[in-house]
């Protein structure tokens, strides 16, 4: 087996010691997560799309690359790459354009759950969407120089 599959099969004799340091590690994580607010802003020059339910910055607009996707929820848009996002684990489901590996995303901030991004295509004709995100209209709004 491998070294780095094992794990010791009692407890180490002084866990004592070791669990209030670690104990206060972990509140302190905690804290340091709550006082965050997004983990990255873009550029107020550029139009950016935002989380409609807190205003999270979630993709600049260069990052659009289709407007004619179907969400779950009605119209989505397709994104090169977005900020802001968590990944939640690929599942297989079969889409409007066929099998795809596919993995929820949802707003780290609010945790609300945006949309998907495509693992893989099963289908040679949808390879194009691998690694890319789909966000519904009805989870953001536009920012920022749309005028």
Known sequence: GSPFLHRPTTPPSNSNAV??????????????????TFQ????????????????????NHDEL????FQG???R?????????VGCGLAEERVLLTGL????????ENCKTTLG???????????????GKFIIELAHMI???GWD
């Open 19 to 36: 669990a209030p340091a670690t104990t206060t590690v972990s509140q302190a994580s905690i804290i340091m997560t709550r006082s965050k």
């Open 40 to 59: 990255a802003y873009l550029p107020n020059c550029h139009r950016t799309y935002s989380c409609i339910h807190c205003r999270a910055h979630l993709a």
């Open 65 to 68: 690359i289709s407007k004619s």
């Open 72 to 74: 779950s929820q009605g």
């Open 76 to 84: 989505a848009y397709l994104f090169n790459s977005v900020v802001n």
């Open 100 to 107: 795809h590996a596919v993995a929820d995303i949802y707003c």
């Open 116 to 130: 998907w991004k495509y693992e893989h295509a099963f289908e040679s004709s949808q390879k194009y969407k691998e």
């Open 142 to 144: 536009k920012d920022n």
